[in-house]
């Protein structure tokens, strides 16, 4: 997920291509916006129209792609600082901002309306927010305050499974909050590893990571509180309505190896990582994406056996 | 005549970027075209209320009461 080069601020010229404006939407955080909230709508006990589910995913990926360009004419300034923003289209000077905030904010408005228009209202209202969520309360306010910048915003990226869960049910329900509270709990952690091996760009940008604010072997306890905190969530949910034994193997599995490599982080100072070139934290990072398609794949897959009869509880 | 028409070199960068928008903008026109007409069909094809955001309650909308 790391995207530094070396394209520096301000050096594009000339008129944006369409592939900028795609860039502005975050394509890669938008597929895991889609993964889980097409999760949410699969594992949910209402069979929706095939076509009423594809629209239902395309506006919830759409709604988040439009956070992601109201977060990227926010934080031009401190994206142009880092290494791995600094080639985002606002900053290389491909796309201007106010182009940037007025496609943010066309196209939040036309998710939220269509997800209305497809699935129901309850998740309409959800999706806006969402967006307010991601673009107002974390970006412009959380992200350059507070070290739980993470932990607080981390709901943003929650809310797409529960969005799904209600476009099919039309209501929340505990399942659907336990969806949410895996990937709440989960985001931490993530970004931590990140924060870790991005060595000194959140500081140079002025954002109070925790690595800048509480220092590194600070971060490195906090990634294994939380990683312990979530096992338990994350096993929990393996004997709710929406889980199974596939996913509680998964889970199992899943949660001892994160667990074990947030240990690893623990034990380590910068020392080693440097010397290593931070290849226990990169591992860590990659591992966490897999583990969130993992239990969401599991879930999916023990919805699936439910339907056809073989689920065991 | 000849003198009168303006060639143009080879294709610019520019006008390359501007057609590729131009054409991606028109895919996407046509793909949410495409899904208002998926989702009228399955809407409609569902047995959904086609009247219920009319301003007035037709009486045809309207519960059953016995009486």
Same mark, same amino acid.
């Given at each position: 997920?790391?995207?530094?080069?070396?394209?520096?601020?301000?050096?594009?010229?000339?008129?944006?291509?369409?592939?900028?404006?795609?860039?502005?939407?975050?394509?890669?955080?938008?597929?895991?916006?889609?993964?889980?909230?097409?999760?949410?709508?699969?594992?949910?006990?209402?069979?929706?129209?095939?076509?009423?589910?594809?629209?239902?995913?395309?506006?919830?990926?759409?709604?988040?792609?439009?956070?992601?360009?109201?977060?990227?004419?926010?934080?031009?300034?401190?994206?142009?600082?880092?290494?791995?923003?600094?080639?985002?289209?606002?900053?290389?000077?491909?796309?201007?901002?106010?182009?940037?905030?007025?496609?943010?904010?066309?196209?939040?408005?036309?998710?939220?309306?269509?997800?209305?228009?497809?699935?129901?209202?309850?998740?309409?209202?959800?999706?806006?927010?969402?967006?307010?969520?991601?673009?107002?309360?974390?970006?412009?306010?959380?992200?350059?305050?507070?070290?739980?910048?993470?932990?607080?915003?981390?709901?943003?990226?929650?809310?797409?499974?529960?969005?799904?869960?209600?476009?099919?049910?039309?209501?929340?329900?505990?399942?659907?909050?336990?969806?949410?509270?895996?990937?709440?709990?989960?985001?931490?952690?993530?970004?931590?590893?990140?924060?870790?091996?991005?060595?000194?760009?959140?500081?140079?940008?002025?954002?109070?990571?925790?690595?800048?604010?509480?220092?590194?072997?600070?971060?490195?306890?906090?990634?294994?509180?939380?990683?312990? $905190?979530?096992?338990?969530?994350?096993?929990?949910?393996?004997?709710?309505?929406?889980?199974?034994?596939?996913?509680?193997?998964?889970?199992?599995?899943?949660?001892?190896?994160?667990?074990?490599?947030?240990?690893?982080?623990?034990?380590?100072?910068?020392?080693?990582?440097?010397?290593?070139?931070?290849?226990?934290?990169?591992?860590?990072?990659?591992?966490?994406?897999?583990? $969130?398609?993992?239990?969401?794949?599991?879930?999916?897959?023990?919805?699936?056996?439910?339907?056809?009869?073989?689920?065991?509880? | 005549?000849?003198?009168?028409?303006?060639?143009?070199?080879?294709?610019?960068?520019?006008?390359?970027?501007?057609?590729?928008?131009?054409?991606?903008?028109?895919?996407?026109?046509?793909?949410?075209?495409?899904?208002?007409?998926?989702?009228?069909?399955?809407?409609?094809?569902?047995?959904?209320?086609?009247?219920?955001?009319?301003?007035?309650?037709?009486?045809?909308?309207?519960?059953?009461?016995?009486?």
């Amino acid at each position: 997920m790391t995207d530094a080069t070396s394209t520096l601020p301000g050096t594009r010229t000339g008129e944006a291509g369409f592939g900028d404006y795609v860039a502005l939407l975050k394509p890669r955080v938008m597929t895991l916006v889609v993964f889980t909230a097409f999760a949410g709508l699969m594992v949910a006990p209402v069979s929706l129209h095939p076509m009423v589910a594809f629209a239902s995913i395309l506006f919830i990926a759409l709604g988040g792609g439009a956070s992601g360009a109201l977060n990227m004419w926010w934080d031009a300034d401190i994206d142009a600082v880092m290494r791995r923003t600094r080639s985002r289209p606002v900053p290389s000077g491909a796309v201007r901002g106010d182009e940037a905030l007025a496609l943010g904010l066309a196209l939040s408005g036309i998710a939220v309306v269509m997800l209305g228009l497809a699935a129901n209202w309850a998740a309409a209202g959800l999706l806006a927010f969402t967006i307010f969520f991601y673009a107002v309360i974390y970006t412009m306010w959380l992200k350059r305050w507070t070290p739980q910048n993470i932990v607080i915003g981390g709901a943003a990226g929650a809310f797409p499974p529960m969005i799904g869960w209600v476009a099919a049910t039309g209501s929340v329900s505990l399942e659907s909050v336990l969806m949410f509270a895996l990937i709440f709990m989960w985001t931490p952690p993530h970004f931590w590893a990140l924060a870790l091996f991005m060595k000194s760009d959140y500081a140079d940008a002025g954002v109070p990571m925790l690595t800048v604010t509480h220092g590194r072997p600070a971060t490195r306890r906090h990634i294994v509180v939380y990683t312990a $905190l979530l096992a338990p969530l994350a096993i929990g949910t393996a004997f709710s309505a929406i889980g199974g034994p596939v996913y509680l193997a998964v889970a199992v599995i899943m949660n001892l190896r994160f667990l074990q490599g947030a240990v690893a982080i623990a034990r380590r100072d910068d020392a080693a990582a440097e010397a290593d070139n931070y290849k226990v934290e990169k591992a860590f990072f990659r591992f966490s994406l897999y583990y $969130l398609f993992a239990h969401f794949g599991a879930l999916m897959v023990d919805a699936g056996l439910d339907r056809f009869g073989w689920g065991i509880w | 005549m000849g003198d009168l028409v303006m060639s143009f070199g080879k294709q610019h960068d520019l006008h390359q970027r501007r057609f590729g928008r131009n054409l991606g903008l028109g895919l996407v026109l046509l793909g949410f075209v495409a899904v208002m007409f998926g989702l009228t069909v399955a809407k409609v094809g569902g047995g959904a209320p086609t009247q219920g955001f009319d301003h007035v309650l037709r009486p045809e909308m309207l519960p059953e009461t016995s009486q």
